[in-house]
């Protein structure tokens, strides 16, 4: 297991699915689209509509494509 990175910081967060964990799965608030208050993730970073993040559950760290702001064909 990684640990969490140095620069995490829990007033940057992002309310994304886990690709590994998955914990989202089992919460009411995560799956009718709520903001849970235990289920968010590390927001690293960002480049362009690209989020770099961490889970704080079991440390996984992903590249998530919003498309947030981009133009044309998302596909």
């Known amino acids: 297991m990684l640990p969490i ?4 910081d ?3 967060r992002a309310w994304i699915d886990c690709p ?4 989202h799965e089992r919460c009411d608030d995560c799956r009718s689209g709520r903001n849970c208050g235990t289920h968010w ?3 690293l970073a ?3 509509s690209v989020l770099h993040v ?3 559950a ?3 760290l992903w590249d998530h494509e ?6 044309g064909d998302a596909a």
């Open 20 to 23: 590994r964990c998955r914990d």
């Open 46 to 48: 960002n480049s362009g």
């Open 41 to 43: 993730r590390y927001l």
């Open 54 to 56: 961490q889970c704080p």
């Open 58 to 60: 079991c440390t996984h």
């Open 5 to 8: 990175d140095p620069d995490a």
């Open 66 to 71: 919003t498309y947030f702001g981009r133009s």
């Open 10 to 12: 829990i007033g940057r």
